[in-house]
């Protein structure tokens, strides 16, 4: 009995037990379900940021390193031990300063070998000139000689050969002139001929008429006066039939002299020639001749040339030895290593003592006044930049500092690995703070927008399969509100927005949980700096930072 009484004890006691954990399981539920439908119907905690107008200013970066536009290694061109060498690290050098020494006692040495190696070839030389001068004087005398007898007969031909040109033209044009008087004279004649005719067929008439005249009278049908004036015409046309006979005898005259003066011209003419003739062939033969002896002095030349040959050789002799001098000398001019540039030794790899080898360097010198950053650009970026454009320079070795440039040169062509050409930004380097080798990020403004409305980039949620970029803007009831809007332009920090936002709206730039339509929002504190272009919801003002926080109040 009292087993059973235990039992049932046991049994009551867990069944409360079960009993407790199940209504202690439906509250724990019903809170949990109260719990998240409070947190539904919670304000989203969101960092808001004003959409504000500003300038935008497209950039192009890019990263690239410092190059100096001089840059010499510093080597001997001959072995030796280094005897002077100082500059270190950092020492500025000027252009042609002494900067190593190398040891130049051998060469030093070989330098008086050559200079006596000259003197002695050019003994030798001047030796065999003055031995040749005696030889060589009679025969080029009488070279001389027999040229100018030369000149002289060819001098002599060639006035021969004028004078018979001058007087054979002469004697042509008196031929010429006689015959043109022949031509003139026959002329005449034939025209006194002609007039002679002319005058004995107006006898013939006048004498024809006197007869008629005549017999007419004898039959009493003319008056004795009509007779007499036919007379009278017969008797003046035989007088001019007398002059014209005469004309005709003087005109014959003239044409007999005339030719007579002909004959006589091509006579006198026929004499001239032959006697210029004459005296060209025995001009001519004189240059003949002084040829033939001008051919017989040089004959005696036949000696010179193995003069000439033995010259020569010494000749090549005393050059030989003056370019020996210079190559030595060189030598020794090379033992002195110059700086060929101004600049600042950044490297020294040797120390007096060692032994300098060519094409070793002991010494790297740059210039450092100004420098360029060298830095790659897709070739798509080719046509926005051009030389003369401005460049922001920051660099992560010296924070905090801007450093303005121009690009100064930039490479046409690109590299067929990787598409991209190379730009060179001139930087002034005065205070010498910057060193070649550094990291240089380089900003290159090629445009500017004045925007009206501008957003902070994580304000922007871009569409996913085609759909539009969204912004989520808060209304004066902090309501979210998620709208579609159309990007334009932007830069590292802002987004231009075309359609969607109007300035002033507050846009959500981050949140902790995503903003529904519709819900309500409450602002947080922001970490950042304020910056135009942005505010937070509370009046606190900014843009985002790099985190994604916008400065303003909660």
């Known amino acids: 009995m009292k087993r059973l009484v235990g039992i049932g004890i046991v049994v009551l006691a867990l069944g409360g037990v079960i009993f407790w954990r199940y209504k202690t399981k439906v509250a724990s539920v019903a809170q949990l379900g109260q719990s998240a439908?409070?947190?539904?119907?919670?304000?989203?905690?969101?960092?808001?940021?004003?959409?504000?107008?500003?300038?935008?200013?497209?950039?192009?970066?890019?990263?690239?390193?410092?190059?100096?536009?001089?840059?010499?290694?510093?080597?001997?061109?001959?072995?030796?031990?280094?005897?002077?060498?100082?500059?270190?690290?950092?020492?500025?050098?000027?252009?042609?300063?002494?900067?190593?020494?190398?040891?130049?006692?051998?060469?030093?040495?070989?330098?008086?070998?050559?200079?006596?190696?000259?003197?002695e070839a050019q003994q030798r030389f001047t030796q065999a000139k003055l031995t040749q001068g005696s030889t060589n004087t009679g025969v080029y005398a009488q070279i001389l000689q027999q040229t100018a007898s030369l000149a002289s007969t060819e001098a002599e031909y060639n006035q021969s050969?004028?004078?018979?040109?001058?007087?054979?033209?002469?004697?042509?044009?008196?031929?010429?002139?006689?015959?043109?008087?022949?031509?003139?004279?026959?002329?005449?004649?034939?025209?006194?001929?002609?007039?002679?005719?002319?005058?004995?067929?107006?006898?013939?008439?006048?004498?024809?008429?006197?007869?008629?005249?005549?017999?007419?009278?004898?039959?009493?049908?003319?008056?004795?006066?009509?007779?007499?004036?036919?007379?009278?015409?017969?008797?003046?046309?035989?007088?001019?039939?007398?002059?014209?006979?005469?004309?005709?005898?003087?005109?014959?005259?003239?044409?007999?002299?005339?030719?007579?003066?002909?004959?006589?011209?091509?006579?006198?003419?026929?004499?001239?020639?032959?006697k210029g003739k004459a005296d060209v062939q025995a001009a001519k033969a004189l240059v003949t001749q002084s040829k033939a002896s001008l051919k017989n002095a040089a004959a005696n030349k036949s000696q010179i040339p193995a003069y000439v040959e033995n010259l020569r050789a010494l000749q090549s002799q005393v050059d030989a030895a003056k370019a020996g001098l210079v190559q030595a000398q060189a030598r020794l001019n090379n033992t002195v290593l110059r700086s060929p540039i101004d600049g600042t030794v950044t490297s020294r790899t040797a120390d007096p003592g060692a032994i300098a080898n060519p094409g070793t360097a002991i010494l790297e010198v740059q210039y450092l006044k100004w420098l360029y950053v060298a830095a790659p650009l897709p070739v798509e970026q080719s046509s926005v930049v051009h030389v003369g454009m401005d460049a922001d320079i920051q660099f992560d070795a010296l924070p905090g500092r801007k450093f303005m440039g121009k690009i100064s040169r930039l490479n046409?062509?690109?590299?067929?690995?990787?598409?991209?050409?190379?730009?060179?930004?001139?930087?002034?380097?005065?205070?010498?703070?910057?060193?070649?080798?550094?990291?240089?990020?380089?900003?290159?403004?090629?445009?500017?927008?004045?925007?009206?409305?501008?957003?902070?980039?994580?304000?922007?949620?871009?569409?996913?399969?085609?759909?539009?970029?969204?912004?989520?803007?808060?209304?004066?009831?902090?309501?979210?509100?998620?709208?579609?809007?159309?990007?334009?332009?932007?830069?590292?920090?802002?987004?231009?927005?075309?359609?969607?936002?109007?300035?002033?709206?507050?846009?959500?730039?981050?949140?902790?949980?995503?903003?529904?339509?519709?819900?309500?929002?409450?602002?947080?504190?922001?970490?950042?700096?304020?910056?135009?272009?942005?505010?937070?919801?509370?009046?606190?003002?900014?843009?985002?930072n790099a985190s994604g926080a916008a400065g303003g109040g909660s």
């Open 37 to 119: 439908a409070q947190r539904k119907n919670a304000p989203a905690n969101v960092v808001l940021a004003k959409a504000n107008g500003r300038q935008i200013k497209q950039v192009i970066q890019t990263v690239g390193s410092v190059q100096s536009p001089f840059d010499v290694k510093i080597s001997p061109k001959t072995t030796g031990i280094i005897q002077y060498l100082t500059l270190r690290e950092g020492d500025a050098v000027k252009t042609g300063q002494i900067v190593a020494r190398v040891d130049s006692d051998e060469i030093k040495g070989q330098v008086v070998q050559a200079e006596a190696a000259l003197a």
């Open 161 to 274: 050969a004028a004078n018979y040109n001058a007087l054979a033209a002469a004697a042509d044009s008196s031929v010429a002139d006689a015959q043109a008087k022949v031509n003139a004279a026959e002329a005449a004649v034939q025209s006194a001929q002609a007039q002679l005719r002319s005058a004995h067929a107006s006898l013939d008439n006048s004498q024809s008429k006197y007869n008629r005249t005549y017999a007419l009278y004898k039959q009493g049908f003319v008056a004795a006066q009509d007779v007499d004036d036919a007379r009278t015409a017969y008797e003046v046309q035989q007088a001019q039939v007398n002059v014209s006979e005469k004309a005709l005898s003087s005109a014959q005259s003239a044409l007999s002299s005339a030719n007579s003066i002909l004959s006589s011209t091509q006579n006198q003419a026929s004499i001239t020639k032959l």
């Open 412 to 544: 046409p062509s690109a590299d067929s690995t990787n598409r991209q050409f190379m730009i060179y930004v001139q930087l002034d380097n005065t205070d010498q703070s910057i060193r070649p080798g550094m990291f240089a990020t380089v900003s290159i403004i090629t445009g500017s927008v004045d925007a009206d409305v501008v957003v902070p980039r994580e304000a922007v949620k871009a569409g996913a399969n085609g759909q539009p970029d969204t912004v989520t803007v808060v209304d004066s009831t902090s309501t979210a509100h998620i709208v579609p809007v159309q990007r334009g332009v932007e830069d590292a920090t802002g987004i231009q927005i075309l359609s969607g936002v109007e300035e002033g709206q507050r846009v959500v730039v981050q949140s902790y949980a995503a903003v529904r339509e519709g819900q309500k929002v409450t602002s947080g504190t922001g970490k950042g700096k304020g910056k135009k272009g942005g505010q937070g919801a509370s009046g606190g003002g900014g843009q985002p």
